[in-house]
């Protein structure tokens, strides 16, 4: 039985509260609009020990970034920004390097974005609920579904150009539910009630 994924909840619970408040305006404009407009920001996060531990493959991501054409906005994760003093690494001047974003704003920066550029997991699960074209700097993913529905990219910068790629992401058609829809918590607390018997209640 699929019952959903409470991730999911969670970030749509988070969007929901932004676009309530007005927050969501605060990182980039409303997503339509900046998909829409030739200045959309390509959000990136890169952390991975297989992208920053090795000067030469860092070296390639940051040079695969400096030929996007976009704006690129990159909240910074220590271990990177620690590799690039380590390695003695500059990132390109175009490329607005933040601090780690919290989860609010990450989710206004993510949901506004033309596509996102990651090694993260989490992400590219998040971007491909949004509706965000993932294009992901790692040879494999635990979330083939968003490989497979063609929300998801796996790049390898040796042998593809990440700005053209950037260019010519692709948004399918279709409901995105490869993990089902929303409303898990209830279906989980209700298939343990039929399983178990009684009724769940949250502890005090």
Known sequence: MVVGDVM?????????????????????????????SDCGEVLVTLHRPSNTDDPAQLARVLHALARIRRPVCWPMHPRTRAAL???RLRVPSHVRVEEPFGYRALVCALDGAWAVVTDSGGLQKEAYWLGTPCLTLRTETEWVETVASGWN??????????????????????????????GAASRIVKTIERRFGGVCRAAA
Not at 18 to 27: M, Q, V
Not at 153 to 177: F, I, K, M, S, Y
């Open 8 to 36: 999911h909840d969670a970030l749509l619970d988070m969007r929901a509260q932004l676009r309530a408040s007005g927050d969501l305006l605060i990182i980039s404009p409303e997503s339509a609009e900046a998909r829409a």
């Open 85 to 87: 003093v380590r390695h």
């Open 153 to 182: 990219r796996l790049v390898d910068l040796n042998a593809d150009d990440l700005a053209a790629l950037v260019e010519a992401v692709h948004r399918p058609d279709g409901a995105r539910d490869a993990y089902g829809s929303v």
